[in-house]
T-cell receptor, first 113, second 117 residues
Framework: DAKTTQPTSMDCAEGRAANLPCNHS???????VYWYRQIHSQGPQYIIH???NNETNEMASLIITEDRKSSTLILPHATLRDTAVYYC??????????????FGTGTLLAVQP | DTGVSQNPRHKITKRGQNVTFRCDPI?????LYWYRQTLGQGPEFLTY????????KSRLLSDRFSAERPKGSFSTLEIQRTEQGDSAMYLC???????????????FGDGTRLSIL
């Protein structure tokens, strides 16, 4: 699986949009981009995933660059409950590597009141 | 709530004892995964099942670790002769894989936190 690079930490003001970047410059054509978050003492929570088109759901939007080498997770109106570690993961669609998620250390997003 | 359920949430035991954790996946999910997470790190893959078959094991899964999913529903993870280094959060996840569609996300439980005294 391709490696991802994320900032270690970010701050965001409550009510503002949180934009979390992820670099995956070695991503291959059959790899999806997944985002999870982990609130303290809980398991990782699935947020969103995409291949090449931008995606939106009730939690967030995922913007993937045209060359697919980077992406941004957008939380449109961050609340204090969005404070968590956010993980960007690339995962192959085919082959044995589809069987597991490879987590990095993620981005600690701190939403400030 | 019909998400992934893990029991117990916390387990404290003395070094050398055996421990067993249970995971109940989302009911229609045919794949079940175990991960381990230590402080400050992301989860690391241990093993996964497709129905009752254990199809992959990580090198992290030493001989003291064994996982089962006897009827393709719930799973257990047992650690024998626990060591200090086994202290971690043990996470279970499940997903549904149908045919060649493999992009469905894994959904996680809240884990079992193991502390070895």
């Amino acid at each position: 699986d391709a490696k991802t690079t994320q900032p270690t930490s970010m701050d965001c003001a409550e009510g503002r949009a949180a934009n979390l970047p992820c670099n995956h410059s070695t991503i291959s054509g059959n790899e999806y981009v997944y985002w999870y978050r982990q609130i303290h003492s809980q398991g990782p929570q699935y947020i969103i995933h995409g291949l090449k088109n931008n995606e939106t759901n009730e939690m967030a939007s995922l913007i993937i660059t045209e060359d697919r080498k980077s992406s941004t997770l957008i939380l449109p109106h961050a609340t204090l409950r969005d404070t968590a570690v956010y993980y960007c993961i690339v995962r192959a669609l085919y082959g044995g590597a589809t069987n597991k998620l490879i987590f990095g250390t993620g981005t600690l997003l701190a939403v400030q009141p | 709530d019909t998400g992934v359920s893990q029991n117990p949430r916390h387990k404290i035991t003395k070094r050398g004892q055996n421990v067993t954790f249970r995971c109940d996946p989302i009911s229609e999910h045919n794949r079940l995964y175990w991960y381990r997470q230590t402080l400050g790190q992301g989860p690391e893959f241990l093993t996964y099942f497709q129905n009752e078959a254990q199809l992959e094991k990580s090198r992290l899964l030493s001989d003291r670790f064994s996982a089962e999913r006897p009827k393709g529903s719930f799973s257990t993870l047992e650690i024998q002769r626990t060591e200090q280094g086994d202290s971690a959060m043990y996470l279970c996840a499940s997903s549904l894989v149908v045919g060649t569609v493999r992009n469905q996300p894994q959904h996680f439980g809240d884990g079992t936190r193991l502390s070895i005294l």
